[in-house]
């Protein structure tokens, strides 16, 4: 059974401009989080989507949005990059039922230069 | 709001040495809990959780946690420790009715030395 697969895992940036992640879920699984792993911060929710739509909002800026498919694959989007968003981005996959165990993919590394 | 307090940062240990590292959280609602571990380079991997019944739970790798009410804690442990077992270790609570948010703790890096 195939993991959570995220790409890119390594990525590049300038400020100013905006960035695309993807994550692929576990087959079967319905609900796909992201968080955001700096070393000043920790890890961070940012959101989660089940079917298609945003079941929960962390607190970070409008500049962050993401999106799910009726495939479930998600897409994350940060625009108008800032070098305070350097960091890992996690995606995790669910099955969707409430509280059940997150399978993390190895994450996207986000460097802004 | 709910949050989650490791206590230690750092815990080194030498290779075959019983390890414990502290967790304790803050909630006014009932939680879910659970102890993820991240190598180099790598996403979370879950090691154990506690989402009801024996307050003794026990995971992969030989690792165990027990969840105290009253303490507020989820301490997690190891009688002997492999150097293959150095990495980051994080404790996090979901809340019933939260929908899957995951809030950790700032980690604690298990440095198991020879």
């Known amino acids: 059974k195939a993991g959570v697969t995220q790409t890119p895992r390594y990525l590049i940036k300038t400020r100013g401009q905006q960035v695309t992640l993807s994550c692929s879920p576990i087959?079967?699984?319905?609900?796909v989080s992201w968080y955001q792993q700096t070393p000043g911060q920790g890890l961070q929710f940012l959101f989660e989507y089940f079917s298609e739509t945003q079941r929960n909002k962390g607190n970070f800026p409008g500049r962050f949005s993401g999106r799910q498919f009726s495939n479930s694959r998600s897409e994350m989007n940060v625009s108008t990059l800032e070098l305070g968003d350097s960091a890992l981005y996690l995606c995790?996959?669910?099955?969707?039922?409430?509280?059940?165990?997150?399978?993390f993919g190895q994450g996207t590394r986000l460097t802004v230069v | 709001a709910q949050s989650v307090t490791q206590l230690d940062s750092q815990v080194p240990v030498f290779e075959e040495a019983p390890v414990e590292l502290r967790c304790n959280y803050s909630s006014s609602v009932s939680v879910y809990l659970f102890w993820y571990v991240q190598y180099p380079n790598q996403g979370l991997q879950l090691l154990l959780k506690y989402l009801s019944g024996s307050t003794l739970v026990k995971g992969i790798n030989g690792f165990e946690a027990e969840f105290n009410k009253s303490q507020t804690s989820f301490h997690l442990r190891k009688p002997s420790v492999h150097i293959s077992d150095t990495a980051e270790y994080f404790c996090?609570?979901?809340?019933?009715?939260?929908?899957?948010?995951?809030?950790f703790g700032a980690g604690t890096r298990l440095a198991v030395h020879p």
């Open positions: 087959s079967g699984h319905r609900s």
């Open positions: 995790a996959s669910r099955t969707g039922d409430l509280n059940t165990e997150a399978f």
């Open positions: 996090a609570v979901s809340v019933s009715g939260g929908y899957n948010k995951l809030i």
